[in-house]
Nanobody, 119 residues
């Protein structure tokens, strides 16, 4: 079982930056792939970025490529999402997720943190 707690959300002007953190109750080095998703009001949840436990491979959704960076610190059991050059369309609740590397679906989710970007 993995418990995830996000933090770092807030209100920022367009062009600004935020760093989200996701603290895991279990060792993130314990074969868990980690990811960030987001859900804007009235829209479906969408994938943002992922980091695999094995080899640390990263993947990003097209709208955030070049602006967002996912990273992990296994010693601190924490995953980060550095968000730069934020745009109003990045406004959403951001969720951290984890899955065992042998699984295809993310089974563990945080409670979410609100990110609001003003124009």
């Amino acid at each position: 079982q993995v418990q995830l707690v996000e933090s770092g959300g807030g209100l920022v002007q367009a062009g600004g930056s935020l760093r989200l953190s996701c603290a895991a109750s279990s060792r993130t080095g314990s074969a868990y792939d980690m990811a960030w998703f987001r859900q804007a009001p009235g829209k479906e949840q969408e994938f943002v970025a992922a980091n695999t436990w094995r080899l640390g491979i990263t993947a990003y959704a097209d709208p955030v490529k070049g602006r967002f960076t996912i990273s992990r610190d296994n010693a601190k059991n924490t995953v980060y999402l550095q968000m730069n050059n934020l745009k109003p369309e990045d406004t959403a609740v951001y969720y951290c997720a984890a899955k065992n590397t042998a699984r295809t679906e993310y089974a563990y989710w945080g409670q979410g943190t609100q990110v609001t970007v003003s124009s």
